[in-house]
């Protein structure tokens, strides 16, 4: 069977990197989960005292930015990629509220967009990839055979991070939360650089009420209906 590029992009804490991964072990394609490469940067920038309150020092991070290295690696544990950033296991600190708050004007950079969408590009060659992000079916993969684009409301969003976190053991205020999403939602779709907007040729999918096994059983289904065509 030919082997496809699926870019799945679309609002935070929607979902999609639940469905891309597991439509990716289940179709043995590569998964890259893309905003954990900003969330790494971001970590690197908190790490290194590179920000004043919300802002980064970007002449020292534009300087730092060729010795950040991001990679992925299987946990055999969980079956799925940990994210590495300079050979440590970084996983489940970029997954922290303090990297969520300070993660969009990390983003927002120009250079660091630059780097990061080419290493992605680079992971992409061979195709047999699912990435998921905000500028994958635009900017990343603009020729990707399947592309998605996932919605639902900022409450259930919310309400699933909140969820996501308590069951990692990790603090969480639902209030605080809101917030966030709305706040990453607002500068997502409005930075200068490739904000967050549907392709074109991107399926809608709101899965506001979907469960997870519906919309594993529809992405399934989109990527039978390409790769049979
Ligand atoms: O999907 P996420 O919440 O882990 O993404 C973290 C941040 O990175 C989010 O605020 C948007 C940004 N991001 C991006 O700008 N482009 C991508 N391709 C992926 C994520």
């Known amino acids: ?101 300070h993660v969009s004007p990390v983003a927002a950079i120009p250079f660091v967009r630059q780097a990061l969408v080419a290493q992605q590009q680079a992971m992409g060659r061979e195709k047999g990839i699912v990435m998921d992000g905000r500028d994958i079916g635009t900017t990343v993969f603009p020729d990707a055979e399947l592309k998605v684009f996932v919605t639902a409301s900022p409450e259930i969003r919310a309400q699933r991070r909140y969820e996501e976190l308590k069951a990692k053991g990790q603090e969480a205020d639902y209030e605080d939360i809101l917030a966030n999403v709305k706040q990453r939602d607002d500068i997502d779709q409005h930075r200068a650089v490739s904000p967050l907007r549907r392709a074109d040729d991107a399926l809608l999918l709101d899965n506001s009420h979907l469960s997870i096994a519906e919309q594993k059983a529809w992405l399934l289904e989109q990527y039978k209906r390409v790769t049979e065509e």
């Open 1 to 101: 069977m030919k082997k496809i590029t699926i870019a799945i992009d679309g609002f935070s804490s929607c979902g999609k990197s639940t469905m891309a991964k597991d439509l990716a072990r289940e179709i043995g394609y590569i998964y890259i989960d893309s905003g954990a490469m900003y969330r790494a940067v971001t970590l690197y920038c908190l790490d290194n005292g590179l920000f004043r309150g919300k802002d980064v020092d970007t002449a020292r991070l534009e300087q730092d930015m060729p010795g950040i290295r991001i990679s992925f690696r299987l946990n055999p544990e969980t079956g799925r990629p940990d994210t590495y950033l300079n050979d440590m296991n970084v996983e489940s600190r970029i997954r922290t509220m303090e990297v969520s708050s």
